[in-house]
Structures are given as C-alpha cells and as structure tokens.
C-alpha cells in the first residue's frame, strides 16, 4: 500500500537558506526588459514566461515571470516550490537563483542566465547539433544532478517534469537541470507519495501517469526516455508512435534485432566514419542504459547512482579506443 504523505513540507530551517539572494526591484526589472517586451522573451516556464537581460550591474540573468491572471493555486505553489528548492540547494548541474520580486501583484525568479539555451534546441532544430561526446557530456551532467537530488541532499526531491526543455546549457555547454515548479520534497525516510499534478505526457513513468504516484523511481523513468530522446532525436509524443509503438519498444527491439542503425540519429554514427563501430558501440550501450531506466516496475529500474557510474564507464571507454 502506497502510505499518501503531505508533499512539500519540510522544516522550516530548511528554506531559511536563501544564500546571497538579491533582492531586485520591479522598477529595474522594467527597465532591464524594456517593461517586459517580448523581443527579450527566451521561452515559456510551468506558470510564466522567461525573458533574457542584462540587470543595472551588467549581469546576465533569466528572468521568470510568474503569470498571475491565471488566478491558479497550483501557480502559489510552483513559486513558493521553486524558491525553496533553489534557495536550499547548491549544485553544479542545478540552475542557480540569484534573486527574487514578490509582491501581491507580481512575482518573478531571476536565475542565472544560460546562453546555449535546452537541448531540444540542440536536437530539432536544423541549425544546431550535438556529437555523440557533447551529448553524452550533458547525459552525465544531468544524472549527476539527479544523484545530488535522490541521495546526496539534505532531503530528497523528486523534479517531476524532467524533459529536455527542462535542462540548459550555459556557455561551456554544461548542463543544468531547471524548473522545478512542481517538484515534490520528501522528508527522512520518506520515499514516494502522490499527487493530482501531471507533468508533460510522455515522459511520465506508468505509476505516475495512472496512479499519480512519484518517486525517485519515477524521475529514473524520465531520465530514461530523455536519453532515447538526445540519441534518437525522436520526442516520445512523435507521429510515428502510437498505441502500437511507443519510443521505447522502438528502441527496444533495435537493441534484440542489433539494428540500431535504424534508431539512431544519423548524424551521430557517420556510416562512412572511420570510427563508426567505436561509436555504435557506445551508442548501443547508451540505449541499453536508457531501457534499464524503463522498466514498468518501479524497483527494477537503475538508481541514479549507478546511471552515473555506468556512464562514466561508457564514456571512458569511448575515448580509450
């Protein structure tokens, strides 16, 4: 029996932690965006819009904008989450806060800015495109944050939402994993609990998408079709997959048959590379990995600390040869 347990509530001398946060101004907020105009708008995030500037000081942040005509609890919520997570946290491959604007009228996170912007600009877009070295990089760069967050932080936290808009890249192209709107925190002991939130379909694991149930289990499984993802540049929601095929039996069945060729995205092997086996190699077990994270079965997935293990293993392999 799964136990329900109250999400999101920890001590509060866990979130008295807002180390070196700015306070900033709405009024230099304004004038840093030209009163919010939309050429400097990066993206979207879970309740607002993301814009790009450089703050009075001639530092370059990412600034969200919480909107709150959407008059939706579950918007308090995402702000209040992501400010506690953010402020509580310290870790390479995490986004990093470096202040806040709250009123009762407006409400923003200003975050470091990051210039490579996600890996799905990296991967669907015509103008851009990631090795097999780079993605694996960024592969190792989001477990490790991931590891951080199941086993080495003061309390575990649970992203929820992990997908490839949902990292970024900063100028040396490492990876930060960011959006942490409705992540879940868990106190000791603690380790699943459930939730009437959905994250982006898709990605979400079996016991999360039906039962509602989240785990470190189930960021694994997200974990697991971001990877297919980065290596067969196919989204798990792409025409091509359907009842009767989903992105993950697609790949599956590649590995059985040894057709990988057929999954992978051509760009990375180069049949006509001199080093194509040494990077089908390395490809292949990328994927085998990635299904390890996909099991149906919450307990039969990998943990993230051997996902880290594992790859670096790959990696160091890869460049052996």
Known sequence: ????????????????????????????????????????????????????????????????????????????????????????????????????????????????????????KWLFSSNYFLDILKSLNIAIDVALALKYLHHFNTFTIVHCDLKASNVLLDEDMVAHVDDFGIAKLFGEGESMGQTMTLATIGYMSPEYGIEGIVSTSSNVYSYGILLLEMYTRKKPTDAMFGEEMILKSWVSHSLAENTITEVVDNNLLGKEDENFSRKEQCVSSILALAIECLHNIPRERINMREVVTRLRKIKATFLAR
Request: aromatic fraction near 8%.
């Open 1 to 120: 029996m799964i136990r329900r347990q109250k999400l999101n509530t920890l001590p509060d001398s866990v979130f008295s932690l807002q180390l070196a946060w700015r306070r900033i101004s709405y009024r230099e907020l304004k004038e840093a965006t030209n009163t919010f105009n939309e050429s400097n708008i990066l993206g979207s995030g879970s309740f607002g819009l993301v814009y790009g500037r450089t703050l009075s000081d001639g530092l370059n942040v990412a600034v969200e904008v919480f909107n709150l005509q959407l008059e939706d609890a579950r918007l308090t919520r995402s702000f209040a989450t992501k400010s506690r997570v953010l402020s509580s946290i310290r870790h390479r491959n995490l986004v990093r806060i470096i202040g806040c604007c709250s009123n009762t009228e407006f409400k923003a996170l200003i975050m470091e800015y990051m210039p490579n912007g996600s890996p799905d």
